[in-house]
């Protein structure tokens, strides 16, 4: 053997030891929810998640999203929350595998163009109700939801910026609202349930006393009823001003906290 082929041989040993060691723990120094808040839309970095060997591997898509990343192959994971006609949902970048099992990689669906996303096909919603309370927005509806890859009878999952490992899902995954003042802000607590052909999506002012109980994470196994109180109805899309809900947990009944 040359010396030049032993040199490359070392090198390659060398690199093959250097990957296997590449997975270096779970969790990120910053966690997501500790990230920003990014001022929109120049205070964005390319990939908000620019961790690498930990044990869920690295940030799917990116964060700067423009004309250039629009389009049905995006993989924008810049999110957005305004309106009854103006809004993303998180869903699989392709159809195959069950959203519990890709949370970490789902990327943006928007309902219109200019956020730099894939948008939700024509025809795929149903029926929308946006809401606005003091302290949140949030919309919850219907939608055919073969139409942004999630399996028919898909019961899904539930997106939130923590996670087990606090990277988020997905990872690096930011959204923003113009409904907290006007301007662009991050809303730095939020979560989003998609699966069973429904939906619900609720962004927390982060001015707000309580932004991470209106937005609690915990209470994943048990839907928009519980997490999202709302009247959507299939077939009907309606913006509506609301009051805001008890905490995700907190049941009040005749002005009685329970249990
Ligand atoms: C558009 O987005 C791409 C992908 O994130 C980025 O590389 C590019 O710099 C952006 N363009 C502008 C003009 O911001
Ligand atoms: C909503 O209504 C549409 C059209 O009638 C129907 O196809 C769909 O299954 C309904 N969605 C749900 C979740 O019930």
């Not at 219109?112 to 894939?118: A, Q």
């Not at 959204?175 to 979560?191: P, S």
């Not at 109180?229 to 947990?249: I, L, V």
Request: net charge negative; with cysteine; hydrophobic share 35%.
């Amino acid at each position: 053997m040359s010396p030049v082929a032993l040199s490359n041989l070392v090198a390659l040993a060398v690199s093959a030891s250097l990957a296997a060691a590449q997975i270096t723990g779970t969790f990120p120094a910053t966690p997501l929810a500790s990230k920003g808040p990014f001022a929109y839309p120049t205070g964005i970095p390319y990939k908000v998640d620019t961790d690498v060997g930990l044990i869920r591997g690295t940030q799917i898509g990116y964060n700067i999203c423009n004309s250039t990343t629009e389009g049905q192959q995006s993989l924008c994971q810049t999110s957005f929350l305004n309106s009854l006609d103006d809004f993303c949902l998180w869903a699989p970048p392709e159809m195959g595998r069950e959203v519990g099992d890709i949370e970490g990689s789902m990327i943006a669906w928007c309902t219109k163009p200019g956020h730099g996303t894939r948008l939700i096909p024509a025809g795929a919603l149903h029926g929308v109700q946006f809401t606005k309370t003091p302290d949140y927005v949030q919309v919850v509806g219907f939608i055919d939801q073969t139409q942004i890859n999630i399996l028919a009878g898909d019961f899904g999952g539930e997106m939130d910026p923590h996670g087990a490992d606090l990277r988020g899902n997905p990872m690096g995954g930011i959204v923003f609202t113009n409904q907290f003042g006007g301007n662009f802000i991050q809303g730095i607590e939020w979560h989003n349930f998609m699966g069973s052909n429904t939906f619900c999506f609720k962004v927390c002012d982060p001015a707000g006393p309580s932004a991470a109980d209106y937005c609690e994470h915990i209470f994943d196994r048990i839907g928009c009823a519980y997490n999202a109180p709302n009247n959507a109805r299939n077939g009907t899309f309606e913006s509506c001003d609301g009051e805001s809900q008890d905490f995700p947990g907190i049941y009040t009944s005749n002005g009685q906290q329970l249990p």
